[in-house]
């Protein structure tokens, strides 16, 4: 569906799931809070909306989200730390994290199942965010400052750090229940 948008807007596929992302915010706010409009929302740059979209989950979405709108002017730093605070884990993790004491082939498959759909999750989500930055320095790459190229580089060293703790809270998960790549429970076939 991405991709089928993306040659007709003539957007990439990551400006797609960016938009798609705020979409389902708003989407989600509305049915929240019906009647309320959340103009200072709405009146935020696309990568503020797209970090605070990764809320959509939070049981606490709709509180924080007229926190922010009562704020006026919020930073993207404010928006970084208030995500990072309140980020819904992984329910892919939260089922390892169930009582193991079921070890039938069918539980560990389901185990299995999750972690595939963790790391499938991961990669979208790494190929939309270096995706993103790397349509805005094409777009503006002959009308950066020396500023903006640091700050640039600040945002790929963020991403990639973000990523890099998610990957590794994922591997010691499949360690701690015995599932490697490769193995008979049908990971590795993926």
Same mark, same amino acid.
């Given at each position: 569906?991405?991709?089928?948008?993306?040659?007709?807007?003539?957007?990439?596929?990551?400006?797609?799931?960016?938009?798609?992302?705020?979409?389902?915010?708003?989407?989600?706010?509305?049915?929240?809070?019906?009647?309320?409009?959340?103009?200072?929302?709405?009146?935020?740059?696309?990568?503020?909306?797209?970090?605070?979209?990764?809320?959509?989950?939070?049981?606490?979405?709709?509180?924080?989200?007229?926190?922010?709108?009562?704020?006026?002017?919020?930073?993207?730093?404010?928006?970084?730390?208030?995500?990072?605070?309140?980020?819904? @884990? *992984?329910? &892919?993790?939260?089922?390892?994290?169930? =009582?193991?004491?079921?070890?039938?082939?069918?539980?560990?498959? /389901? %185990? $299995?199942?999750?972690?595939?759909?963790?790391?499938?999750?991961?990669?979208?989500?790494?190929?939309?965010?270096?995706?993103?930055?790397?349509?805005?320095?094409?777009?503006?790459?002959?009308? @950066? *400052?020396? &500023?903006?190229?640091?700050?640039?580089? =600040?945002?790929?060293?963020?991403?990639?750090?973000?990523?890099? /703790? %998610? $990957?590794?809270?994922?591997?010691?998960?499949?360690?701690?229940?015995?599932?490697?790549?490769?193995?008979?429970?049908?990971?590795?076939?993926?």
């Amino acid at each position: 569906m991405q991709a089928l948008l993306a040659h007709e807007t003539g957007l990439s596929e990551s400006a797609i799931s960016l938009y798609m992302a705020i979409g389902d915010l708003f989407a989600k706010l509305e049915s929240l809070a019906l009647g309320e409009e959340f103009n200072a929302l709405k009146a935020w740059g696309v990568n503020k909306l797209f970090r605070f979209s990764q809320l959509v989950e939070c049981e606490r979405l709709l509180e924080i989200a007229r926190e922010f709108e009562g704020m006026g002017e919020v930073t993207i730093e404010e928006v970084k730390r208030v995500v990072s605070e309140n980020r819904v @884990f *992984s329910p &892919a993790l939260a089922v390892l994290d169930e =009582d193991q004491s079921e070890t039938t082939n069918e539980a560990q498959s /389901k %185990r $299995a199942q999750r972690l595939v759909e963790e790391l499938n999750s991961l990669a979208t989500e790494t190929h939309q965010l270096l995706s993103t930055i790397a349509d805005e320095i094409l777009a503006n790459v002959d009308e @950066f *400052s020396t &500023a903006e190229v640091l700050g640039v580089y =600040d945002k790929v060293l963020n991403a990639l750090k973000r990523l890099k /703790k %998610r $990957a590794e809270t994922l591997r010691q998960k499949m360690n701690e229940h015995g599932l490697q790549p490769g193995d008979s429970s049908g990971l590795g076939e993926r």
